[in-house]
């Protein structure tokens, strides 16, 4: 079976910028751009990285704004944040050469078990098993395995199985085909087994289950927020502030929040005590909006509040310079179709 995959990819893989290198910087910075992100939407982003820091020097001279920027739009912004840390890292206890071991590689802050075994695979051949969503369902019809993927049963049963099947050479192309398999021919709806290349070692297609695995427990259900953004506005100028680091989009900027419990009247927002400080034109309610996060439901509404004197205290800007800071995808999209 592993030949047949590793066959597989040499006739079908994918022609992506970070194969061309081995360094184990490049392959980092694909691995950690392409956790929960499409390789189109990950492939852009990964040409613009490097652009900007072609090593990791340059991106350790980084700070968090810059970076924050650079990765604005797709999400998950912990990534960023823990990447410039580990450069920072490098650069100043390991003489700023990245390391390739798996040992070594685990103890960088952002980088988990898949990380490490893909870049010590890639780079040096190690014997590491990479195992993405992608492995688990290709593994999970194969070996007809019916423990959910999202246990820890199920996750070290499809852990042994993938070490098993490495090849005794060639882990880091073997790893790359079976994620490629997955994602091209064991895709999630309608594979085409039919002409797929271990269709005989297959038992979900054999015994004709293959919609029934990989078999997941139910959901967590997700959180419901109430987030109220207040664009505090003076004569075409307007409020930020920078998140703190105990939340969802940690250090990005944002207008001024008034989180509640439940969705709030215009009444109860004007009796809000942030607002005291504000002599008050008007109260708008401008445009509500729903945000989805992996465990978060986030039902936001923008309020524009025209007021006679904006504080100095306050970070003020205005709405030209709103597109030189990190900011999260939903104030992105309220700036975007703003009048
Ligand atoms: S036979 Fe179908 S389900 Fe089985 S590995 Fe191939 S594509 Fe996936």
Partial sequence: MTNKIIQ????NKRDLPWRKSKEPYKIWVSEIILQQTQIKKGESYYIKFITTFPNIKTLSESNDTEILKLWQGLGYYNRALNMLETARNIVQNYKGIFPKKYNDLIKLKGVGEYT???????CTNESKAVVDGNVYRVLSRVFNISEPINSSAGKNKIKTIANKLLPPINS???NQAIMDFGSMQCTKHNPNCKICPINNNC????????????????????????LNYLFISNNNQFIIQQRGTNDIWKKMYELPLIESNSAITIDKLKADKYLKKFIINEVKKERNMKHLLS???LNIVFWHISVKNLNSNH???SKKDISKYPIPKPIERYFEIKD
């Fill in 8 to 11: 597989w990819y040499n006739i």
């Fill in 116 to 122: 490490a075994a893909a870049i010590s695979s890639i």
């Fill in 172 to 174: 880091g192309t073997y």
């Fill in 203 to 226: 038992i979900a297609y054999i015994d004709n289950i293959i919609n029934t695995r990989p078999v997941k427990t139910r959901k967590i259900k997700k959180k419901h927020r109430y």
């Fill in 295 to 297: 465990h978060q439901c």
């Fill in 315 to 317: 970070k003020i800007i």
